[in-house]
């Protein structure tokens, strides 16, 4: 018996089938099962797509997004599109359907119908993306349609409409793009005191894109910070308030490129790679041209290429346009940003102050419809600003001086080596932190923005910059070692740099080697000698003053938003390494060799 034992495999039994196997050959059926189970929990069972009693036999199938996850309507709606892809019945990707109404006109046009009343002889065409839709019965339905940021009512009926009803609407989901023909009128509810709702009546609705991913519920809205700027197409979508900022940046940037088109300035472009990082005082992004085998430097500022349009004889020019700074990411700051210079031969720092509170305070008034604004900050402060002109004005040496008790040296000391143990003095005296290098530019600077910028609500020119700050602007007329310059605060932060521009080559040689001292003690973000434009200079700019403007700020003072990434379309982010499914992996499509 016990040799008859030994004989026998070693066989354990499938409680699945009952059958006896060898251990092997259960432990791959096992793995199988285990596979198999998880792929059936990743197949979405769809108890959602239901039916009533009236929809029954009509094939009139709807998504319950409120027992779906987002990812399993994903899944679901993105195999029902492609099945319509495949049999074009409808096309849900159509080339062409013609709009030719707005919204916003019919809505001003027509809105003001009576209850029940309608205009069958007036055809609209327009499109829009569903945000909600609710259906009575199945010869009835309402969609909420919106377009360029107007949202209007569609009423659906079996009775107005032509060519098939039910296969007109049973693809449509909320986040689609829809076209429709109809006619306006406001609809006629049974009960008397309800004065019905304008509306759009269609004869017919045509699926122009569908939205394959879950829209945010319209309760909740999207208002996680991170999805709203990496998405900015669904926040755009979600968000009319995301819109209107937008919009209101297209304004500002028309209204100044409409002001010095009337001056007679001529808007130019200069380049966007370098061989020199110059025009400011910023650390540079670096690249490289493969065919010349030279790095670039992205530039930080169009300063110096629009200075020498004006030495060749552009009296007037403006340029607006991105400029790259390879520095820290905050609240007012982005890698990249937008900015409007302008140079004007034969003005002076006097001048641009003049244009800057004409130019600021009237844009201000036609966006806003007046000079008063208000702006919160991150820590909920409401700050009361008033645009109107003539603006405050603050000399910087003597401020600092008030704020310190202290008698500053005088300005051609202002870049010694003993100014240097000066400013450290009052640096630690009053506890203010100042990272290295620790150059007299810098040390006041810091300065500058304890003292004084903090003082800066309304908007404010701060006056009476030392030489070794400015290594472009033109000495002071009656104060030695200070220049013509001025920066322009609100809110506590600079919206416009502006000065009388040096046009002395000697000079001008003579600041770029200071600059490039500073370069020497680690002051990275100091400027280099530009050859080129030392050379245009000995060809002559005429007297000239100089001008820009941060655009992105601007727009966040007077849309209220206190963060540069709401004011950008798609500000700089970190990778984003999560993973997702596209539609076409759900559906099995690959990339045909």
Known sequence: MADKQQDTP???????????????????????????????????????VKKTAEQAGEGAEKLNEEELTPNQYFEIRSRSINKLRETKSPNPYPHKFHVKDKLSDIIEMYSSLRKGETKPDVEVRVAGRIHGYRASGSKLRFYDLRAEGVKIQVMAQAQEA??????????????????????????????????????????????????LRMLPTEHFGLKDQETRYRQRYLDLIMNNSSRNVFITRSKIVSYIRKYFDERDFIEVETPMMNAIAGGATAKPFITHHNDLNMDLFMRVAPELYLKMLVVGGLERVYEIGRQFRNEGIDLTHNPEFTTCEFYWAYADYYDLINVTEDLVSEMVKKITGGYQTKFHTQNGEIYEVNWAKPWKRIDMMTALEEATGERFPPGDQLHTQETNEFLKKILKTHKIDCSPPQTNARMLDKLVGEFIEEKCINPTFITGHPQMMSPLAKYHREKTGLCERFEAFVCKKEIVNAYTELNDPFDQRLRFEEQARQKDQGDDEAQLVDENFCTSLEYGLPPTGGWGMGIDRMVMFITDNYSIKEVLAFPFMKDDHSERKTAAEVVGISPVP
Do not use: W
């Not at 259960?26 to 059936?40: F, M, N, S, T, W």
């Not at 098939?164 to 449509?172: G, I, K, V």
């Open 10 to 48: 070693n066989l354990h039994k499938d409680e699945v089938t009952g059958e006896m196997v060898s251990k092997s050959e259960l432990k791959k059926r096992q793995k199988k099962r285990e596979a198999d189970k998880r792929k059936a929990e990743k197949t979405v069972v769809v108890p959602t």
């Open 162 to 211: 032509v060519g098939d009803y039910l296969a007109q609407h049973e693809h449509l989901h909320r986040g689609d793009i829809i076209g429709i023909v109809g006619f306006p009128g406001r609809t006629n509810p049974k009960k008397e005191d309800n004065p019905g709702e304008f509306s759009i009546f269609a004869r017919e609705v045509v699926l122009l894109t569908p939205c």
